[in-house]
């Protein structure tokens, strides 16, 4: 069992994973979640058993030296409660960032997430406009992902939809969101295509399959998942023959009163 000083830093990831999967947006073994740890918090951790070396497919010197905890590939989000030390471990990129070394957790030869190249390249982009950003958490918001089967693929249209449904929906993602079309998950295409969007946004929506979401914390970036989710849900009961929603006019009074600045390409 972890002791003390670690369970501080797990027990927030649990609880978020645990939602996750009692929301249904972490079905089965699908999410994962990646978490930047400070020197302090890496330290804590401590194993008996020698560090395991993974070479990477694609450096990332921007991330040289850093740790993270990541969730084990193939592990239901539901039994990280139950065991920790199998479900989620810790890596430490070398300081090229060309390779990591696993320093603690996933007990009985895990490893983790495959999607971890994916999450790599995210830190790396979203730290650039970010530097307080140490989330990126991956997962199937239901109302969301039903929204790209029935709503134009098109990142402004779907941006501008959700922030109408809800007045608070333009606070919780005042850059938008970042959109992608369908694509063969846990290729380094999307992780690629991903990353490019979390230059400009904090969530990248997948059509047809989830979200990746960024933050400077886990409840952080839950709580845009959460909201973006709930717009989408908004959305796809309130539409009929009439629907009315919040103008232009009535955004822009939104982002003055709150002191936030929308991209132009999403209010003009």
């Known amino acids: 069992m972890a002791n003390r000083d670690v369970s501080e830093i797990l027990d927030p990831v649990i609880d978020v994973c645990s939602d996750l999967y009692r929301l249904g947006w972490a079905e089965n073994h699908a999410g994962n979640l990646s978490y930047r740890l400070t020197d302090e918090e890496r330290d804590r951790f401590h194993s008996d058993q020698p560090a395991r070396t993974v070479q990477l497919e694609r450096p990332v010197t921007g991330l040289g030296g850093a740790s993270f905890l990541v969730t084990a590939a193939g592990s239901p989000f539901r039994l990280l409660v139950k065991d920790p030390e199998q479900h989620i471990g810790v890596v430490t990129l070398a300081e090229d960032g060309a390779s990591y070394d696993i320093v603690w957790g996933y007990r ?14 995210g830190h790396e982009e979203r730290v650039t406009v970010d530097p307080d950003n140490r989330v990126v958490l991956h997962c199937h918001p239901t109302q969301l992902v039903a929204m790209t089967h029935v709503h134009p693929l098109d990142e402004v249209e779907f941006t501008r939809t959700l922030w109408a449904t809800n007045s608070e929906s333009i606070l919780a993602i005042p850059d938008g969101v970042g959109l992608l079309p369908w694509m063969v998950c846990g290729t380094d295409l999307i992780g690629a295509e991903s990353s490019k969007k979390l230059r400009e946004a904090s969530i990248v929506v997948w059509a047809y399959h989830g979200v990746l979401a960024c933050g400077p914390s886990i409840q952080a970036a839950m709580g845009v998942v959460e909201s973006v989710d709930k717009a989408a849900a908004t959305w796809l009961l309130s539409r009929g023959p ?8 009535q955004l822009r009074q939104l982002a003055d009163a709150f002191g936030i600045a929308p991209p132009a390409r999403f209010l003009p």
């Open 242 to 249: 009439e629907h009315h929603a919040i103008d232009d006019a």
């Open 108 to 121: 009985g030869e895990r490893r983790p997430t495959s999607e971890l190249p994916a999450h790599l390249r």
